[in-house]
């Protein structure tokens, strides 16, 4: 039984690249490939794994439906011997490894134990050391301890492996929501579409997002309000600062914008809005701009030795606005006069 097994690594490895599925496209066809070839296809993926390792770290979201069967009773050292690409559990959770009161138990001793709490000196404190008790717990939930030889167990269904079990779960657990079609929009850059794509499926890495995967970050607060937990609603829709340019939005376009706390509704309102086609597309534009103006002020905030003004940021969604729709729709007339007084109407 070498490392805290080869299995152990191979499980861990599947999650991940069912993870980085999901995370690039929750496309359905290769974690589907993946899962009928089980186990055989894992170290052939070796290459790909590492890569998705350094992307994403150690977050975990998807679990495949396989059990990991330990043979010869798990006599193996926990936390010390080999275990995702060569690296051993100790050094992966270093946190939890300090607060083990055994730290030469074996396998057995560890697999499967439903109180944590009690084999370590206390509980975690939050932060990274509950982080990473998570995630381990995550590595070894599908993994038990056999006298018998090593080897897998499709969980699904007890006469083995089949392929309507593993569609059935890809459909429950790892396609995303029906809120997930691309709304691409030619009137701005591509960069933008793929960061609003990002922000629908709230891919980005706002503070509360990166604390989930583990990440230590100093606070979770909004930068720009520093009074509200910072994700995509908030930073968005629910700011302040949100707000106030939402409030403008409207106003400079004359309509009657609601306040809207996600994204999902500021397009369901925009999808029934009664406006024509292409001014429809020019306001989505405007908000789209906006959002991405948002998403830059805040990195400004956290990252730039010059702090942004938010006196600006106004001027600069107008003026960016006019540029990428005006260039991107050569067959309408835009004039700058006519954006100032009202966007939508200018292509009139
Ligand atoms: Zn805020």
Not at 11 to 27: R, T, Y
Request: aromatic letters at 10%; one cysteine or more.
């Amino acid at each position: 039984m070498g490392g805290v097994l080869a299995s152990l690594e191979s499980i861990f490895e599947l999650k991940m690249f069912c993870l980085a599925l999901q995370n690039d496209l929750a496309v359905s066809v290769p974690l589907l490939i993946l899962i009928v070839c089980g186990v055989n296809v894992i170290k052939e993926i070796h290459g790909m794994m590492t890569r998705y390792w350094d992307q994403y770290g150690l977050g975990i979201a998807i679990i495949a439906p396989w059990n990991c069967i330990l043979g010869m009773g798990g006599i193996d050292s926990f936390w010390n011997e080999d275990g995702v690409g060569g690296v051993t559990f100790k050094e992966m959770f270093p946190r939890v490894y300090a607060l083990e009161v055994n730290k030469s138990c074996t396998v057995a001793q560890r697999i499967n134990i439903e109180d944590w709490p009690s084999v370590l000196r206390r509980s975690p404190r939050g932060g990274a050391e509950s982080n990473q008790l998570d995630e381990l717990l995550e590595v070894i939930r599908h993994v038990s301890v056999s006298a018998s030889v090593d080897g897998w167990k499709w969980e699904l269904d007890i006469s083995g492996f089949s392929v309507s079990s593993a569609r059935s779960y890809i459909d429950e657990h790892t396609l995303l929501g029906s809120f997930t079609s691309t709304r691409w929009l030619r009137c701005i850059p591509i960069k933008v579409n793929v960061f609003i794509w990002k922000l629908r499926l709230d891919k980005l890495p706002t503070l509360v997002n990166l604390d989930k995967k583990g990440i230590d970050v100093s606070s979770l607060l909004c930068p720009v309000c520093k009074v509200h937990v910072e994700n995509v609603d908030h930073l968005f829709f629910l700011c302040g600062m949100a707000q106030d340019l939402w409030g403008l939005l409207a106003r400079w376009c004359a309509l009657d914008i609601p306040e809207v706390s996600n994204i999902m509704e500021w397009y369901s309102w925009l999808d029934t809005a009664h406006v024509s086609n292409h001014a429809r597309s020019i306001l989505e534009g405007i908000a789209s701009t906006m959002l991405w103006s948002i998403w830059n002020f805040r990195n400004a905030l956290i990252f730039s030795m010059t702090k942004p003004k938010k006196a600006n940021i106004w001027d600069s969604i107008v003026h960016q606005s006019f540029l990428w729709i005006s260039s991107r729709n050569p067959k309408c007339r835009f004039r700058w006069l006519d954006w100032l007084r009202n966007p939508i109407e200018t292509h009139l």
